[in-house]
């Protein structure tokens, strides 16, 4: 079973930075492809950025490219997402998910996910 499990959110006021971890139980197949999502209150749920994790390939939303960065460790256990200038814009749940291969930043296709981590930026 595979298993999604995120840490690193909290609270830091604009223009501050975080770190946020996805520890992956596996790597097969299955997780090729490590995303983060985000869902602020009342809004859909929106992709941020993913990792074909077999060569390291990387897209990001408009919004956050040039201020996020998306990684993994040598071992391939931990995808991590860098967030730097951090806006109330950023404010949301991120949540780390997982599938076979990356395309578009969008939900489809993802079967597994992780319970998110919260993350509130200050004025």
């Known amino acids: 079973q595979v298993q999604l499990v995120e840490s690193g959110g909290g609270s830091v006021q604009a223009g501050g930075s975080l770190r946020l971890s996805c520890a992956v139980s596996?790597?097969?197949?299955?997780?090729?492809?490590l995303a983060w999502f985000r869902q602020a209150p009342g809004k859909e749920r929106e992709g941020v950025a993913h990792?074909?994790?077999?060569?390291?390939?990387?897209r990001y939303a408009d919004s956050v490219k040039g201020r996020f960065t998306i990684s993994q460790d040598n071992g391939k256990t931990t995808v991590y997402l860098q967030m730097n200038s951090l806006t109330p814009e950023d404010t949301a749940r991120y949540y780390c998910?997982?599938?076979?291969?990356?395309?578009?930043?969008?939900?489809?296709?993802?079967?597994?996910w992780g319970q998110g981590t919260q993350v509130t930026v200050s004025s």
């Open positions: 596996d790597y097969t197949y299955v997780t090729y492809c």
């Open positions: 998910a997982a599938r076979t291969g990356c395309s578009m930043l969008d939900q489809s296709g993802f079967t597994h």
């Open positions: 990792i074909y994790r077999p060569n390291s390939a990387t």
